[in-house]
Every structure is written in structure tokens, then in C-alpha cells.
């Protein structure tokens, strides 16, 4: 089912008019669906239930507060790629031993934030990563729990820019290298290897990708063993994929039995690290029309969201489904134009050639599918103030991060002491 649904000719989140929130907050905002977090959460929790697993929300996917809280609470541990995700994943409630640690560029400063706050795992991603690891746990006189992250080389089938699973993406360490870097790792006093990463990218929409990879790390998993290693995680990672146009991602139960199927045996306790798919669809994007430009060979709607608001359309090439915030008729014919924003960009823009009613200024539309990599990829390009964020929950609904004013985005600004001079100097 949908939480984004007409009522009364009206667009609602739940139970909530789009346009209510709009008069209330402005345009544009980012508004979550609470109901439609926890049917997400739902479908992984039933799907695990009875087995040896965990799932830690990816947070880069979305880290607003109220929707890490919301998975929390539920029973999430979550993934996190920097310290600042790590504070958030706190500062909601997810306790340090729930957290895992991802990301190919570690420092060692971040390490020791990482280690001080007893984050349970920490995916390490390469022999470099081990050494300062060691060291920087040596110095706090800890031992740190590591997955190493293998880089399987399967192609995940997705977009070039969010496949991470190949060799030549940056990311984990060559599954035909694996071995040294076990063997190293297992040399350093102060790390204790728990298991084996992967993660083969995002957006995926097959379960095959999935299956071969798991066969190789399997097989690898087997091969550790026999050296002596112990291997008691095998971190999936996340990555399966979302209806943006006409995607048939696959089920969750589906993906589960897969995964069940290939690790059957291994006696591994399954990490599961979902970003996209817990909250994508949770998420739409709300603008205002500002004025439409008629051209010659198509019409341009100008709205008052823009790139730096949602950036997956210009770099991913993502297509985002657009609706009128007012359901218009069945029967209304529709114009091809391009959705765009005020930017001075020939990037900008949230669709290109899409047919749709005809609008006219001051009118809403809402944009799918964005609670994932929307709100957190956004910029304040243009000096354009960071979209706030809004969760409905039934009837209700809170903002979760307000607009920041223009006088406060300028106020984190310094002139340096010698310009302020001269500034006086030219003025004596
Ligand atoms: C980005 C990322 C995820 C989440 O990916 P989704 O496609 O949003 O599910 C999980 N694990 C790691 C290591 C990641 O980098």
C-alpha cells in the first residue's frame, strides 16, 4: 500500500494534507511517512525472525534523527561510514555495541572515536586500515572487533556510480588477496577478526548478483576456516533496490530465502545493513511551482526545488515519479515538459520530457521515492537554505529539521581580521 495517497482530491501523507504542511513549513520540504518506516522495518524483521541475524540501518541513506530513532526503537543496529553518523547513531538511542563501522578512508582520529565509544565492528577495508587500527587500538589498550570487507567482483547490475562490488571499485579488499590480509590481520595483537564483510552496491533489482557473491565469499569463508581462522559474522551488506518508475525489486522474503539457502551450513550469524530500502519510499519531496516557461519544443516548469535539494536525478540519472499535489481530473490532458529548479545549472533539473497535467504557479507537486539519498546529499548551493524535514505519523506531524534562516547560514561565517582592517582603512 501506499502512505502517499489522493483523499479528497487532495495529496496526503497518512493522514496528513501535503498542502497543510506546505502552508505551515513552506516550500520545499522532505516529509517522511512514519507508517511507512515501520512497514519497511516490518518486512525485514518478519523475514529474520527465528534466525541468527541482525540488520543495522545504513544511515547515510537518510541520518535525520527522528527516522534513526524510529528504526531504534524498533530493534536496529545501524551502519555508519563517519563519526559524525556515529554521533547521530547515539545521540538517537543506538547503543555503541549495535554499531557497525564501514567505509574505505577511515583516519585514525575517527578510529579512536570509534574505539573510545565501544562501536561493536569495525569493517575494515584495507591491510593499511589494519595496521593503524592496531595501533590506534594498541594505544587505548583495547582490542577492536573487525570484519575485513572482501571486494567479491560481481557486477551488481546497477548504476556505474553506486556498483561497488567490482575489482575496479574502490572499495574492500580483492577476494583473491583475502587471505594475507586474514593472515595479517590475525598477526596484529589488538585486532580480534569476527567475520567477513561485503557490500556489492545499491539499487539492486536482482537477487542473483547476491547469490554469486555470496558463493564466492562462502567458499572464501571455508578456506579461512581451514587456515585457522574463526569467522563468526558474515556481513551482507545492503543494497536491494526500490520502485522509483517500474522496478520489481525483489521481496525481502524472497532475498532472505536466497540468502538463507547459500549460507546454510556456515554457521555464521548473518549482518544485514539495508539503507535505501527502509526508507526510499517512506520519502517524497514537495515543491511549488514557480512559473511555467512555455518553449518552442517544450515546456519548462520552473519549482522551487532544485538540484542541491535532490541531486539523484542529474547524478545518477535516477527518474523520479512526479504527481500534482492536487489530484487533477482523469480525464486532463497532459504536456511534455521538464521539471526544474532555479539554478544556474543545465544539471538542474528533477525530470526531463515527463508528461503531466498542465500546471500553473503556485501550485504543489510531490516528488517519489526520495527519503533515500535525498535529503542527505543535499547542499545549499546557490546559498539555497537546506530543505527541512517533516515526519507524519496518523494525523500528526513535526518538523524534524527546520529551514535554517538565511542570517544563520551566513552567521557561521568569519572575515578574516585583516580584511575587517582594511575594510576600516579604505573607510579613515
Ligand atoms: C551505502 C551502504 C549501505 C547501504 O546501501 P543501500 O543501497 O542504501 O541499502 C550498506 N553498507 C555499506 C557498506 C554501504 O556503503
Request: charged letters at 20%.
Amino acid at each position: 500500500m501506499s502512505f502517499f495517497a489522493y483523499k479528497n482530491g487532495e495529496m496526503h501523507a497518512e493522514g496528513v494534507a501535503l498542502a497543510t504542511i506546505a502552508r505551515q513549513v513552506g516550500t520545499p520540504f522532505y516529509c517522511y511517512s512514519a507508517a511507512a518506516l515501520r512497514a519497511s522495518w516490518q518486512e525485514f524483521a518478519d523475514a529474520i525472525k527465528g534466525t541468527n541475524a541482525r540488520i543495522c540501518y545504513a544511515l547515510k541513506a537518510n541520518s535525520n534523527l527522528a527516522v534513526i530513532k524510529l528504526f531504534g526503537d524498533l530493534g536496529a543496529g545501524a551502519d555508519i561510514v563517519s563519526v559524525g553518523e556515529m554521533r547521530r547513531a547515539l545521540a538517537a538511542g543506538i547503543r555503541a555495541d549495535r554499531i557497525v563501522y564501514s567505509g574505505v578512508g577511515k583516519k585514525a582520529s575517527e578510529l579512536m572515536a570509534a574505539l573510545e565509544a565501544g562501536i561493536g565492528q569495525i569493517n575494515v577495508e584495507s591491510s593499511a586500515e589494519l595496521e593503524v587500527l592496531n595501533a590506534v587500538a594498541g594505544q587505548l589498550g583495547k582490542k577492536a572487533d573487525i570484519t575485513i570487507r572482501v571486494n567479491p567482483d560481481i557486477d551488481a547490475g546497477t548504476h556505474e556510480k553506486i556498483t561497488t562490488g567490482r575489482k575496479e571499485n574502490k572499495f574492500g579488499i580483492d577476494i583473491d588477496l583475502a587471505t594475507e590480509a586474514f593472515a595479517k590481520a590475525a598477526s596484529l595483537p589488538n585486532l580480534r577478526v569476527v567475520g567477513v564483510a561485503m557490500h556489492i552496491g545499491s539499487q539492486l533489482t536482482s537477487l542473483s548478483p547476491y547469490r554469486d557473491a555470496i558463493v564466492r565469499v562462502r567458499s572464501l569463508i571455508q578456506e579461512l576456516r581451514t587456515a585457522g581462522h574463526r569467522i563468526d559474522r558474515f556481513d551482507i551488506g545492503g543494497g536491494l533496490g526500490i520502485v522509483y518508475a517500474d522496478e520489481q525489486p525483489p521481496s525481502i522474503s524472497d532475498f532472505m530465502q536466497v540468502v538463507g539457502k547459500e549460507t546454510a551450513g556456515l554457521g555464521c550469524e548473518l549482518t544485514f545493513e539495508p539503507g535505501r530500502r527502509l526508507v526510499g519510499e517512506a520519502g517524497v519531496l514537495v515543491s511549488e511551482v514557480i512559473l511555467v516557461k512555455p518553449g518552442v519544443s517544450k515546456t519548462f516548469v520552473i519549482v522551487d526545488a532544485a538540484m542541491n535539494d535532490l541531486i539523484r536525478p542529474t547524478l545518477y540519472d535516477a527518474w523520479h515519479d512526479i504527481v500534482p499535489v492536487r489530484e487533477p481530473r482523469p480525464d486532463a490532458a497532459t504536456i511534455c515538459c521538464d521539471i526544474v529548479g532555479p539554478i544556474c545549472e543545465s544539471g538542474d533539473y528533477l525530470a526531463q520530457n515527463r508528461d503531466l497535467p498542465p500546471l500553473s504557479a503556485g501550485e504543489l507537486i510531490m516528488v517519489r521515492s526520495a527519503g533515500a539519498y535525498g535529503a542527505v546529499m543535499a547542499s545549499s548551493y546557490n546559498s539555497r537554505p537546506l530543505a527541512p524535514e517533516v515526519i507524519v505519523d496518523g494525523t500528526r506531524f513535526a518538523v524534524t529539521r527546520p529551514r535554517p534562516t538565511i542570517d544563520e547560514m551566513i552567521s557561521t561565517e568569519r572575515i578574516p581580521p585583516w580584511m575587517v582592517q582594511a575594510g576600516q582603512a579604505t573607510k579613515g
